[in-house]
């Protein structure tokens, strides 16, 4: 029986062996490694909000909301719509998205995305102001980006 040539072998081989889909570009203020974690928590992640490229959508979004200069106070406005694509225009849903996307990443990840994350926080909180009756209201979050002021006039 003939020997099969080594050319001929390496044709029978898949090109690629990474499984899924290419990662995306790296996220912007983080490093390689940790773009490549955060990717792949959103790869395996089986929740609703959470897809592929939404931390990095949810990061611009933050940065966004915080982004007109000056010291005027920044109320957030509440999303009429609960599907993926609408849900970040509001900016509390962005940060919904960063916090679960926090707890799912590994320690490295985790520090690096959570230092970009406490810059914004620290701003946000510094633009917006607190909600007076948070505590009277019917729903209680333990979030505390939802005991801010929004602006709930646009929608009702």
Same mark, same amino acid.
């Given at each position: ?13 898949p090109a ?9 570009? #790296? ?6 490694? =940790? &773009? ?10 089986? &929740?609703? /909000?959470?897809?592929?490229?939404? @931390?990095?959508?949810?990061?611009? #979004? /933050? ?8 010291? #005027?106070?920044? /109320? ?6 609960p ?38 926080? @620290?701003?946000?909180?510094?633009? @917006?102001?607190?909600?007076?009756? =948070? ?10 980006? /939802?005991? #801010? ?8």
């Amino acid at each position: 029986m003939p020997r099969r040539r080594p050319r001929a072998l390496r044709a029978e081989r898949p090109a690629s062996r990474v499984s899924g889909p290419t990662p995306p570009l #790296r996220i912007h203020g983080l490093s390689d490694r =940790a &773009s490549l974690a955060v990717h792949r928590v959103e790869r395996l992640s089986e &929740s609703f /909000y959470l897809h592929a490229g939404a @931390t990095d959508r949810a990061l611009r #979004r /933050y940065r966004e909301f915080l982004h007109p200069p000056g010291r #005027r106070p920044l /109320y957030p406005q509440e999303s009429h719509c609960p599907c993926p694509g609408c849900s970040f225009d509001d900016v509390r849903h962005a940060r919904d998205v960063l916090e679960e996307v926090l707890e799912r990443l590994p320690e490295r990840a985790r520090a690096e995305l959570g230092r970009l994350v406490k810059a914004l926080d @620290t701003v946000f909180l510094r633009r @917006t102001l607190p909600d007076p009756f =948070a505590d009277r209201r019917q729903w209680r979050t333990e979030f505390w980006w /939802y005991r #801010r002021l929004a602006d709930r006039s646009e929608w009702g």
